[in-house]
């Protein structure tokens, strides 16, 4: 009897510490994007917070693209440098993720809603950019250590 109760013990404390890192966890660090056509690394993008918003800025490049303009940005940000760009704004917690933002495209100048979140991996971050007209893409984006 109390091997059992050792055994629940155990596995309580295990998964209220799960639960906790989950819940804990923070978009904040550095993460590696993804080519969406070829798959290979292509920058790390560093998110950062401001009060109770978060912001992300292309720290680095890491295609033969390195210095980059972006032709295609709108407003003040066209013919900026793509490294050192910020491309997500306004982005809140929202429950167990975070929504609310905007996430920029430097490719195709086009701003989307964005959201992102964690599954079950804490180095693992989603990221959903949302077209107005209801179209989505989501990538994943993999912590930089």
């Not at 980059?68 to 429950?95: E, T």
Request: aromatic fraction near 8%; proline fraction near 3%; include cysteine.
């Amino acid at each position: 009897m109390a091997r059992r109760y050792l055994l629940l013990l155990l596995l309580t404390a295990v998964s209220l510490g799960l639960s906790a890192q989950s819940s804990t966890a923070s978009p904040v660090g550095r993460w590696r994007t993804l080519d969406d056509q070829t798959g290979e690394v292509k920058s790390v993008v560093e998110i950062y917070a401001q009060g109770d918003k978060y912001f992300g800025r292309i720290a680095e490049i890491l295609t033969a693209q390195r210095d980059a303009v972006c032709d295609k940005c709108p407003g003040k940000q066209q013919g900026s440098p793509i490294k050192g760009l910020v491309i997500i704004k306004n982005l809140a917690r929202d429950g167990t993720g975070w929504s609310g933002g905007t996430i920029l495209d430097p490719q195709k100048g086009a701003e989307y809603r964005l959201s992102a979140w964690f599954d079950s991996d804490p180095d693992v971050l989603y990221i959903r950019g949302k077209h107005w007209t209801g179209l989505y893409r989501t990538q994943k984006w993999s912590r930089d250590h």
